[in-house]
């Protein structure tokens, strides 16, 4: 699994995105909320040409929606220490958010990325946030 996240997300094969689209769709298929992906930075899907949770998501033909903007770049190249320090990943998008959100990612490292996503979530309204990965490392 790990070897075909690495091609999906380095490698843009995106067509990968339909070899996770049935685990996808039979964890997400009654999601107990709204479907929320978590996005990217601006340069990074520059460098990686498209959005991997939502291809995943799409291909799996799960609803979602965007409440969030990355306002810092890749986690990636830090350390576990410093990935775990990091503050303010997301702003909001101003948008009304609803009250319950399912969170999705493609991959949980530490944590950070989904605790910083889901502060952000209910610092704009959300009371209840359920979070997902496809893999966790």
């Known amino acids: 699994m790990k070897t075909f996240l690495h091609r999906y997300k380095f490698l843009q094969d995106v067509e990968l995105s339909r070899v996770f689209a049935e685990e996808v769709k039979r964890s997400l298929r009654k999601p107990r909320g709204v479907v929320v992906p978590i996005p990217m930075h601006a340069s990074k899907l520059r460098e990686r040409t498209f959005p991997q949770v939502d291809r995943l998501l799409d291909a ?12 810092n770049s890749t986690q990636g190249t830090k350390t576990k220490k410093e990935r775990m320090a990091v503050e303010n990943l ?3 998008n101003g948008e009304a958010v609803p009250k319950k959100i399912l969170l999705v990612d493609d991959l949980y490292t530490t944590g950070t990325t989904l605790r910083q996503a889901a502060k952000t979530l209910k610092d704009a309204g959300a009371e209840e946030i359920r979070i997902w990965t496809l893999i966790r490392s």
Do not use: D, M, P, V
Not at 60 to 71: D, G, V
């Open 60 to 71: 799996a033909e799960i609803n979602y929606r965007h409440f969030l903007i990355k306002s």
């Open 90 to 92: 997301f702003a909001w």
